[in-house]
């Protein structure tokens, strides 16, 4: 018995508002499912942002559905459940996993927690933001019950690890059950292969560069999933990397040298199939920078997608400092230490969210939010409703009455 584990794909990304991007992750994920089948898995595990959005484009389904629908004329099962990206944080949304639930795919909820396939367990839990950290907590531990019955179990999580992910985490690595023998983990981009409790902990990171600063681990591990053996007492990981559509070029150049640097990128670049993106920090510059840019761009521009040059002035002080404009730490550690008094981890922690969430002018959301933290903290029963909106059941009602679902002829291709 053997699965493939995938995460974050990301689907109907346009990274830097580029069509060409949007397009470089459809190839990946399509060179996936292929990748998969060909290592004649018996099922697929999606550990959460499978879409980019909680309202994909119809590119972005269509794209999942080819996927799928090869996956299933090759007798392979995907089970999934829904990431940060996948869900809106209010009463009455569902993911969009849930459209293609009569084509097969088996969705992980906190309705429908855990399935059975063959004789191993699989239990999971979609997103939890750190501010629910109690109820996700409890339903761990329920998990966790029923695994003890198992002898062979995976957990399926899209959550922060301290141990990996240790500015913005939801969950500590003490606080997740040690009796699983796989934990199928999503959110974090890069690959991480860990051992914990008597199993193995993975991260397959995701399947393109969503982020700039991936490009380490890139070249590291590369991108792509992994495929894991269950058939002995310990599950055996293996690293199956798929070549990504473009490069991502960085190069420092000296302004002194700059012709020679120019020219050291063009003979790089010149004859890739796929113009790449371009990150060209030019040092002790001594110029008018627009001037500088309007060189780079009429050597480069016809070569590269996207040029991101960075100046740095002569006399400059060389401070190894990057600001990360998707994640501001700044105001999250100031709003962290004025929360300190307070005590409550869960505070501090609904606190960030909401910062985060208004920050984006996600309204709704962070209504939500308050909402949910309110109920499960302020209120004697809170009962187990907690995210059921992340998944309707859509075929329960009678044949006659039957669900809403948005179905695509197979024959249909991008």
Do not use: C
Not at 122 to 133: K, T
Not at 154 to 161: M, N, Y
Not at 232 to 241: A, D, F, H, I, N
Not at 323 to 337: A, F, H, R, S, V
Request: proline share 5%.
């Amino acid at each position: 018995m053997k699965f493939a584990h995938l995460a974050d794909t990301h689907l109907g990304y346009r990274q830097y508002g580029l069509f060409e991007r949007e397009k470089d992750f459809y190839e990946v994920f399509d060179k996936v499912i292929d990748k998969i089948i060909e290592e004649k898995v018996d099922f697929v595990i999606h550990s959460g942002d499978l879409f980019e959005t909680a309202r994909p484009s119809p590119m972005a389904l269509l794209t999942f559905q080819k996927g799928l629908l090869k996956l299933k004329g090759a007798g392979i099962p995907m089970y999934a459940i829904a990431g940060n990206h996948d869900v809106v944080m209010r009463k009455g949304s569902i993911p969009p996993h849930v459209i293609f639930k009569k084509l097969g795919l088996k969705v992980i909820s906190t309705i429908n927690p855990t399935y059975m396939h063959g004789d191993i367990f699989i239990a999971g839990l979609p997103y939890y933001p750190a501010s629910h950290g109690k109820a996700m907590k409890s339903k761990l531990a329920e998990l966790s019950e029923k695994a003890s019955h198992h002898e062979k179990s995976i957990l399926v999580l899209h959550q922060g690890i301290d141990k990996y992910f240790p500015m913005n985490f939801e969950l500590e690595i003490g606080e997740i059950p040690d009796n699983f023998d796989y934990y199928a983990l999503g959110h974090i981009h890069k690959y991480v292969n860990d051992a914990y409790g008597k199993g193995r902990m993975v991260y397959p990171g995701s399947g393109e560069i969503w982020k700039t600063s991936e490009i380490p681990d890139y070249k590291k591990n590369g991108k792509g999933f992994v495929v894991v053996d269950f058939d002995g007492s310990k599950p055996v990981v293996k690293r199956v990397t798929v070549d990504i559509p473009r490069e991502f070029i960085e190069r420092k150049i000296e302004y002194d040298n700059l012709e020679s640097g120019i020219a050291s990128v063009k003979e790089t670049i010149k004859d890739f199939d796929k113009k790449p993106i371009l990150r060209l920090s030019i040092t002790d510059v001594k110029s008018d920078t627009s001037g500088i840019y309007e060189i780079i761009n009429d050597e480069l521009g016809d070569l590269a997608l996207m040029i991101r040059p960075t100046f740095k002035m002569e006399g400059d002080d060389d401070l190894p400092i990057e600001i990360d404009t998707e994640n501001p730490l700044g105001p999250t550690q100031l709003l962290e230490k004025q929360l300190e008094e307070y005590r409550n981890g869960e505070t501090t922690a609904l606190g960030v969210d909401l910062y985060h969430m208004l920050s984006k002018d996600k309204i709704d959301e962070s209504r939500e939010i308050i909402n949910q933290y309110f109920d499960e903290n302020f209120t004697s029963s809170v009962g187990d409703s907690e995210f059921e909106a992340e998944e309707l059941e859509m075929d329960q009602p009678p044949e006659e009455k039957e669900d809403i679902q948005v179905t695509f002829d197979k024959e249909v291709s991008q």
